[in-house]
């Protein structure tokens, strides 16, 4: 028997232990067991009752199930618990249910599939089941190392820790700052909050770009900044591509576009940006000479030490700079082989 089948036959075990047709209805509508969770409205509806009187049955109903379940009175239940439990171990303990799903099937689980996961956590004595809101997603973890209000704690301290760090944080980084067995369980935690997101190794908040880029522009910061030097746009875009970025679908144009019209990426040579928080400054060849003889003063600067420092911040050639240098209107030479700025 494989995965699939285990648990379906403990769905339909545990389905078979209520014993009102209508009763089994509500548990498989809930759920979406037979393809389609729905509504306390809508299943109130259906069956002529109200919204609470469904929500009534329903509690009745788990209730029931969860003491057959620790009774051990749902066959084949013992055998999935142990399946669904090994999976989480190596998970951290913890993980949202359509990747806890994703991992006992070993493909992508359909909807009814995810929706048999969570009503197995719902019932076993084994299982705590975090349930969807705006802060959390639908998990399911371990129910010896936590319940449903531990699991949220614990992600809530998480987000605390990197909300107060205001920066991206390593795995290795909240682990000195928790009292975590190993540092698979801090990220098998991290991964159930809606409130954070994590790239490239960098955990934050997913509001943060540099964690969750939601647009060109931001992808384009994330890569030059964890290319830590100067990059062509052709090379922007083929890192995105690679990237684990949710969508690379991006044309190289877009990128070039994007480029010239954000204040954060400065053009330093030909087709090649860097980061302005790198200390580059946007300008032309002319105007980097400008801006060193300036800070000169009277003294003025040697060839060398002009095109020295010109190649910090652009990617030219070094006869690029020789021939700015040789702009009268700008520059005036002093001596054999010094520059100072025009009078």
Not at 15 to 41: A, D, M, P, V, W
Not at 133 to 158: F, L, M, P, Q, V
Request: charged share 30%; hydrophobic share 40%.
């Amino acid at each position: 028997m494989n995965n699939a089948e285990t648990i379906a036959k403990a769905i339909s075990n545990s389905l078979n232990i209520i014993e009102q047709e209508r009763e089994r209805e509500i548990i498989s509508r809930r759920f979406g067991l037979n393809g389609h969770k729905e509504t306390l409205e809508q299943i109130g509806e259906m069956l002529s009752i109200t919204r609470e009187r469904v929500r009534q049955l329903e509690k009745a109903i788990l209730i029931r199930l969860r003491i057959a379940a620790e009774e051990g009175k749902i066959n084949d239940l013992a055998a999935t618990e142990k399946l669904i439990i090994r999976n989480l171990t190596e998970m951290g303990r913890v993980a949202r249910a359509n990747d806890l799903a994703k991992k006992v099937l070993g493909k992508e689980p359909t909807a009814t599939q995810k929706a048999e996961f969570c009503f197995l956590g719902e019932i076993s004595p084994a299982l705590s089941i975090v349930a969807e809101n705006d802060k959390y997603h639908t998990a399911i973890g371990i129910a010896e190392y936590g319940s449903e209000k531990d699991i949220r704690n614990k992600t809530d301290e998480i987000v605390s820790i990197v909300k107060n760090n205001k920066a991206p944080m390593t795995v290795d980084e909240l682990d000195a700052q928790l009292n975590y067995e190993h540092p698979s369980h801090i990220e098998a935690i991290a991964h159930v909050s809606k409130l954070l997101s994590t790239l490239n190794g960098q955990w934050g908040l997913a509001k943060w770009p540099t964690v969750n880029p939601k647009n060109i522009r931001d992808k384009i910061f994330v890569v030059l900044e964890e290319h830590k030097e100067p990059m062509h746009f052709n090379d922007i875009a083929k890192a995105i591509s690679s990237s684990d970025f949710k969508r690379k679908d991006v044309t190289v144009q877009a990128i070039h576009n994007e480029l010239i019209k954000d204040s954060r990426f400065v053009l330093i040579g030909r087709g090649i940006y860097a980061l302005d928080k790198w200390g580059y400054s946007k300008g032309t060849v002319a105007d980097i000479i400008t801006k060193i003889l300036k800070k000169a003063g009277d003294e003025g600067l040697s060839r060398k030490e002009i095109v020295k420092q010109v190649l910090k911040e652009r990617k030219v050639k070094e006869t690029t700079v020789l021939l700015n240098l040789q702009n009268k209107e700008l520059y005036t030479r002093v001596g054999k082989d010094h520059y100072k700025i025009a009078a």
